[in-house]
């Protein structure tokens, strides 16, 4: 059978700061090939629609399936779905990935028939059940662990059993040159582990995997790191080496193989202070990126989005990320009830620290815990506007305002780090990228004001909204905490044994959970 995999179209943040390679969607390319496909991959983030129907009108395949990882591309997914199916009616047409597991009853009824299914959880895992059943008996799809259609579901997904089993088609990307990460140009991906075993408000990580953490060995580490032509590499963890021994048994192997390269990477404060001489080897190794997900400023807000680690804790680690020398990045969630002075306390605070601060505004997404308990209504049901750059809650200033104060702000952080005094101090890395004919980063530059734009975000909430998102069920449905957890679950939790920790990990884990 032809195997063609989608990956849509960039998003509004993707468009000036990175273009990360569609690592899920190899990972399943290389599942479908392996399990017998011929199989082609097009990412729409460096390809038109226009080359997509070329390919579908020349190619044909039998099997067109879209990944959907991002809330904000469900419209994109089904319109080019549903015009798939015409345009190849024996097709079979799916949609899998991770917002896509958590919407899809909606998704379907969205898809108006011309959707076959739904393929919920590890693609991985759950393709290889999806393909031999359309070859044995096509009328049992419903019936498929993962598997949802408009006939029924076959419930409960199933794991990968060894992500050594794992490796990306690498090979089928077309244009790996057009993906990067700020001055990681180019980028490719890997990941070392999969899941997360905490339980922020806001994330959905923890939802999907059940709050599993499973682990990729140090051997496979190096067997795929071997494969990677780009100097700069993405680890795509939740949280990078949460445990001590992980971290030096593949950086130590990564030093025998004689491997460095550039790495960007994203952590806990309070894992970054357990582990410090893990992440003074990887900076050895070539660490040039941190990011921490800090969150907040405040208690209040660290409390909001139970981040689990007190503010104190927070600076220290920061503290401790500036002692590596590197660049250092953190996230801050900008709340729609903060009002004007909060955007200027917020500014102040950005100009006098030395990280790159992201500002992402406060969002519920469906299957995170904030989506069913959150009491203030939404404004919009548009997918699209579920981005992190717009505002779905009510504001406590009117919208204008907000967006206003939003795009001030990350105006400042724009001009200090991308802006021209600060593109003198980083003249050498660019001129080496430029030299190589990299010109992701630099091209980029200037798009900010076209992208990040006040009217432009106001004027997409005006926009019609074609299809409707399917309001959240409110948490008074929910006897208790843990029957509101357990209805978010895409994979059902198995508790310890599903999380490759050492006891003492363990320990440290529930025990910031319980703090």
């Given at each position: ?352 620290v030395p990280e790159i601060v992201n500002i992402s505004i406060n969002t519920p ?97 005006q926009m019609p909204v074609k299809y409707q998102m399917k309001p959240p069920v409110r948490d008074t449905q929910f006897a208790s905490a843990k029957a509101l ?31």
């Amino acid at each position: 059978m032809k195997f063609l995999a989608v990956h849509p179209s960039p998003l509004m943040y993707t468009k000036v700061f990175l273009r990360l390679e569609p690592l899920g969607l190899e990972l399943v390319a290389d599942t479908a090939r392996r399990s017998g496909c011929q199989v082609r991959l097009i990412d729409l983030q460096v390809e038109s629609h226009q080359d997509l129907n070329r390919l579908l009108d020349d190619w044909q395949p039998d099997i067109v399936a879209f990944s959907l990882n991002y809330l904000a591309n469900v419209p994109e997914v089904i319109d080019l779905a549903k015009a798939a199916k015409d345009r190849l009616p024996n097709s079979f047409v799916f949609i899998g990935g991770h917002s896509a597991s958590f919407t899809a009853e909606e998704l379907l009824e969205h898809g108006e028939g011309k959707i076959d299914a739904v393929l919920k959880g590890e693609g991985e895992s759950g393709l290889p059940l999806l393909l031999q059943a359309l070859k044995d008996d096509r009328a049992s799809l419903h019936s498929v662990p993962g598997v949802v259609t408009m006939k029924g579901s076959g419930g409960q997904p199933t794991f990968i059993p060894n992500l050594d089993e794992l490796s990306p088609a690498r090979d089928l990307i077309k244009h790996r040159k057009k993906y990067f990460l700020g001055m990681l140009d180019p980028c490719a991906s890997i990941e070392f582990s999969r899941g997360c075993p905490w339980d922020c408000s806001f994330c959905s990580a923890w939802t999907f995997y059940g709050r599993s953490y499973r682990v990729m060995s140090p051997e496979k580490v190096v067997e795929e790191m071997q494969r990677i032509r780009e100097p700069g590499v993405f680890i795509v963890d939740d949280v990078a080496f949460i445990q001590e021994k992980m971290g030096f048994e593949i950086g130590e192997a990564l030093i025998r193989k004689g491997i460095h390269k550039k790495y960007y990477l994203e952590t806990r404060g309070d894992v970054l202070l357990r582990n410090k001489e893990v992440f003074k080897l990887w900076k050895k190794l070539g660490m040039s990126y941190l990011f921490l997900g800090i969150e907040s400023i405040d208690e209040a807000g660290l409390e909001k989005y139970r981040k689990r680690i007190d503010l104190s804790r927070n600076f220290e680690a920061l503290e401790f990320a500036r002692s590596l020398d590197i660049m250092v990045a953190i996230n801050i969630i900008a709340d729609t009830d903060w009002d004007q002075e909060r955007f200027r306390v917020i500014r102040e605070w950005c100009k006098e620290v030395p990280e790159i601060v992201n500002i992402s505004i406060n969002t519920p997404y469906p299957g995170t815990e904030s989506w069913l308990t959150e009491s203030r209504n939404l404004t919009t049901h548009d997918y699209r506007l579920f981005d992190i750059q717009h505002a779905v809650l009510p504001t406590r200033m009117s919208l204008p305002e907000f967006y206003a104060e939003l795009i001030e702000t990350q105006r400042v952080m724009f001009t200090k780090h991308m802006g021209w005094k600060a593109m003198k101090k980083l003249s050498k890395n660019i001129g080496g990228n430029l030299l190589r004919g990299q010109t992701n980063f630099v091209g980029n530059l200037w798009k900010f004001d076209k992208v990040f734009n006040p009217a432009l975000q106001l004027a997409d909430h005006q926009m019609p909204v074609k299809y409707q998102m399917k309001p959240p069920v409110r948490d008074t449905q929910f006897a208790s905490a843990k029957a509101l957890s357990q209805s978010l679950y895409v994979h059902q939790p198995l508790g310890r044994a599903s999380r490759q920790l050492d006891d003492e990990t363990e320990k440290f884990v529930d025990e910031s959970r319980s703090a």
